[in-house]
């Protein structure tokens, strides 16, 4: 089965604070990895793709295929960071979401 | 107007209605989706278009016909919908399957 988990609702930080939000997907065929960001009134956008291996607004995501996980990190969250992230592997032609983690950054 | 559009942006139809919804991709992209944001549910994927054929459709009722008559736009066409199907429903499109999704802004559906 094509799963996805994200384990937290809602991740609380200071500014400042290094931020780690969990994602864990099911095998099922090595995926390509993604993260995708919604901010407050706006449109999901994609954020970072693992091929790309790109850091994008200070933010990067490792790929442990033997813990098959992704999880995305920066080393000192920004009140602009405040927002939902989805990870979203792709199997084949579908994309799959998890549930999503909300991001709160507080002064 | 440039990436993804949809509309109408709302909608509140009854549940002997028939209505569709629209979404038009300016990004010369190949494949285009249909997506289902329930409230406390994941982003669930409904159909998948690749070159205007159908390549996947994720168990979904028939009561939501899609339509892709061109590469550039897609339709979601709405017949006795129930009102569990309330939610957003989100396009998106993207050059192949290797690549990152831009989505559309959504239509806001409530079925009375």
């Known amino acids: 089965a094509q799963r996805v988990t994200q384990p937290e609702k809602l991740l609380s930080v200071f500014k400042g604070a290094p931020v780690e939000l969990k994602c864990n997907y099911s095998y099922s065929g090595s995926p390509e990895l993604f993260w995708y960001v919604q901010y407050s009134r706006q449109r999901l956008q994609l954020l970072l793709r693992h091929i790309s291996r790109e850091s994008i607004k200070g933010f990067t995501a490792d790929l442990n295929k033997g813990e098959t996980s992704f999880h995305l990190k920066k080393p000192f969250a920004q009140e602009e960071d405040s927002a939902m992230y989805y990870c979203a592997p792709r199997y084949g032609n579908k994309l799959v979401f998890g549930a999503g983690t909300i991001l709160r950054v507080k002064s | 107007e440039t990436g993804v559009t949809q509309t109408p942006r709302h909608l509140v139809m009854g549940m002997t209605n028939k209505k569709s919804l629209k979404c038009e991709q300016h990004l010369g992209h190949n494949a285009m989706y249909w997506y289902k944001q329930s409230a406390k549910k994941p982003l669930e994927l409904m159909f998948v278009y690749s070159l205007e054929e159908r390549v996947e459709n994720n168990s979904v009722p028939s009561r939501f016909s899609p339509e892709c008559p061109n590469s550039s736009h897609l339709f979601l066409h709405l017949h006795t919908l129930q009102p569990e199907d309330s939610a957003l429903y989100l396009c998106?499109?993207?050059?192949?399957f290797g690549t990152g999704c831009a989505f559309g802004p959504g239509t806001r559906l409530l079925v009375l």
């Open positions: 998106a499109s993207s050059q192949d």
